[in-house]
């Protein structure tokens, strides 16, 4: 987010918002500690339930009246076409991880899942704070803390054996992910996007830096 769509929400709104989606960090910290069968059960359901009041909230009064008493200050105005009837970001958060955690091996997982919780959230306060500069469709501030951000998260996340070379991958599936949050805006759900580009652009780089090499972190239930 930056300066393009400071209208939506005021800042100590956002703040909030984003305060909510870092409790999402539950999820790989959870699913580091868990069987990849049992966390699709429950993102599953959890994924079912919030769809299911998200779209509920657009067709049945008392539902949309509870919800957005409780969301409400916190959604942003194409959270609330009545029109489009779209999905809220936190809905999205829960398919973007159901699916994340049935096509990508766990290691990628835990990198790419957290880069969206933190650097998504990092961009959106700075960018729409001292976003100034134009750059894509959005600012270049908010493009670099993105980065800046991903780049820290992808220093304490797992790794197969901890080489350089791993940290390099980490670092240009940043960089990926920090411009693909940016042309998201508009066209695509970037709980969605950043996820998917990280998670992607790193396991090419595995196959290709690690021929041969399973991803799979040792001690780790699967």
């Known amino acids: 987010m930056t300066q393009i769509d400071k209208g939506t929400i005021n800042y100590r709104d956002e703040v909030v918002r984003k305060l909510i989606h870092l409790c999402s960090l539950s999820i790989p910290i959870i699913y580091y500690f868990i069987p990849q069968s049992t966390a699709i059960i429950i993102l599953s359901i959890l994924t079912v339930l919030a769809v299911v009041l998200d779209v509920s909230r657009y067709f049945f009064p008392a539902v949309g009246k509870l919800f957005y008493m409780i969301f409400g200050l916190i959604l942003r105005k194409h959270e609330k076409d009545r029109r489009k009837k779209n999905l809220n970001g936190a809905t999205y958060v829960f398919i973007s991880a159901l699916l994340a955690v049935i096509i990508f091996p766990k290691i990628l997982f835990l990198t790419a899942f957290p880069i969206l919780i933190i650097s998504d959230s990092t961009a959106a306060l700075i960018g729409r704070k001292y976003g100034k500069h134009k750059f894509l469709a959005k600012s270049l501030e908010g493009t670099l803390a993105f980065f800046i951000s991903a780049s820290i998260v992808v220093l304490f996340t797992p790794k197969l054996n901890g080489s350089i070379t791993e940290y390099f991958i980490g670092i240009v599936a940043a960089a990926i992910g920090a411009i693909v949050e940016n042309i998201s805006f ?16 790193m396991w090419l780089f595995y ?3 690690f021929p041969g090499i399973p991803l799979i972190l040792p001690n780790v239930p699967r």
């Open 186 to 201: 508009g066209y695509a759900d970037d709980n969605l996007t950043i996820p998917i580009s990280v998670g992607l652009s």
């Open 207 to 209: 196959i290709l830096l």
